[in-house]
């Protein structure tokens, strides 16, 4: 998030670096600028106009209603708010225009949601979706840190932390986050149900399958969608190439497609492999690619930032 608030040049007049008690008085710098780790009631006090959250759900339960009560606009990167109906679900090249400014809380969507709608919601508008079955291909940074390290030190070898219960390397996990009582997971969930609010369409059907595999950034989905009306590939081309954030990358005569390697580091979200699905009418397969981190995180919240300051809604 700091670097990219420091790459798009968001107008900072003043930063307040956040974190628990036991960081307090660490420093962190910010455009060449050293600032040090204040705690969250001291942040509260004094009453920044945007707070961007990506501590957990716990601390954003704990503490998004209390910035919100002080008048700060949060910006929370946890699931903890996410499908509360007083809370927007936001990616701003789809739905920012539901923002007012008595929302005080604003919801980043999961990693793997902002991407998939972000490439179907162009379509969604034109063709009207009646069904997404997808599956994921999600990197370990979007575990965490720990994770990472885990992939690294099994790649050579090495013991070390655990992220997952069973090795990554060379391997692929079927389970991300907890399993429900429906038996799909979690994440699985949330794609689920994040996707209709998103899209603002609960008549959308969505399956999710999601899968962790030993990519170090960037998340990959095999996404099959059913359309009520038809539609002819050109246009669809033609659609997603127009699409704010969306980059086609789909050439088949020279092997050109989305791939975790060439996202990782970029904001846009990256479909290619692009086709008719001939088991059924009206179906189309694609292949979505993104970096985790930034648009599916970081680039996202600071985008709503950027949103809320440009309308006005915020003081």
Known sequence: ????????????????????????????????????????????????????????????????????????????????????????????????????????????????????VLALNPLHKKYRIRRIVVSTYQSVSGTGKKAVDQLMNERVGQDGPKAYSYPIDLNVLPQIDVFLDNKYTKEEMKMVNETRKIMRDDSIRVTATTVRVPVKGGHSEAVNVEFENDFELDDVYATLRHAPGVVVSDDITKAEYPMPLYAEGKDEVFVGRIRRDESQPKSLNLWVVADNLRKGAATNAVQIAEYLLKNHLIK
């Open 1 to 116: 998030m700091l670097k990219i608030l420091e790459e798009r040049k968001f107008p900072v007049t003043e930063l307040l670096p956040v974190a628990s008690e036991k960081s307090e008085g660490k420093e962190i710098v910010f455009n060449n600028k050293k600032y040090k780790i204040i705690t969250c009631a001291e942040a509260v006090k004094q009453k920044p106009q945007v707070a961007l959250f990506s501590a957990g759900g716990s601390t954003s339960l704990e503490w998004a209603p209390r910035f919100a009560e002080a008048g700060t606009t949060v910006i929370d990167n946890s699931s903890a708010w996410r499908m509360n109906d007083a809370c927007p679900l936001i990616v701003p090249e789809i739905n920012a225009d539901v923002l007012q400014p008595q929302h005080k809380i604003i919801a980043n969507p999961n990693c793997s949601t902002i991407q998939m």
